[in-house]
């Protein structure tokens, strides 16, 4: 039974991984725009994010689009990898907890699994993100590389720096990590009980991924634009101190829903293809390893 968790555990850690490098990959020039634009004053349009991303490949070639995407793998495959397989194990302690083992969660406990897993995964890779951020509204010249973000921050800012805007991240981590996994889990009940389907089509489960990305991002975005002025100040010469005061300084400067929500409806479009990648690629890679763990048991049979 032993071996049996471990490779449960095994087998979540790596579809976890793969899900997000797959899901971060895709979007990852829409992502460097939205960024490029929370840390500016800059105004956000669609016409204004197409032009950022067409003088960008002009001025720095095709692959700047993926700047700061090396930073990125390194932190979103150790996130995704902890975030998904904390998820399994949180809904089993809570299934433990609430009796519900072996069954579906009901509403509560299943945005509580979502909310942990997102909060575990944030707390332990959080370094990465900053340094992430750093990579993505610089220029080459400033930074060559992941190590050497962590040198000259460490070295210019204090190690301090590096939790600049955690508080944010992890307040926006409960509604968006617990909405997601909420959502993309009360889809597939849904459509098991409606369809008599136990497993939903690769399709499907886009789309259930969709839905949860688009309701997940929509709630925490805010705090997401905040992170990103904390985690960016230092090099974008703003010094904000705490959550409000850049909030306050935002508004002041952008307006609430221009400032605050700014790049939300680029998020629109990334967020729920990441989301929905993400999740599909996970559910069907923990499906492939299964089905070749129950091959290579019977053959070893």
Known sequence: QGNQEKKKVLNSLMSGALAGAV???????????????????????????????????????????????????????????????????????????????????????????GSLAGTTAAMLTYPLDMVRARMAVTPKEMYSNIVHVFIRISREEGLKTLYRGFTPTILGVIPYAGLSFFTYETLKKLHADHSGKPQPSPPERLLFGACAGLIGQSASYPLDVVRRRMQTAGVMGHTYSSILLTMQEIIREEGLIRGLYKGLSMNWVKGPIAVGISFTTFDLTQILLRKLQQHSTNVER
Not at 40 to 56: D, G, M, N, Q, V
């Open 23 to 113: 899901a971060k990959t895709a979007v990852a020039p829409l992502d460097r725009t939205k960024i490029m634009f929370q840390v500016s004053s800059k105004r956000f349009s669609a016409k204004e994010a197409y032009r950022l991303i067409y003088r960008t490949y002009l001025n720095e070639g095709f692959w700047s689009l993926w700047r700061g995407n090396s930073a990125t793998m390194v932190r979103v495959i150790p996130y995704a990898a902890i975030q998904f397989c904390a998820h399994e194990e949180y809904k089993q302690l809570l299934g433990s907890y609430y009796g519900f083992q072996g069954k579906a969660l009901t509403p509560f406990p299943r945005f509580i699994a």
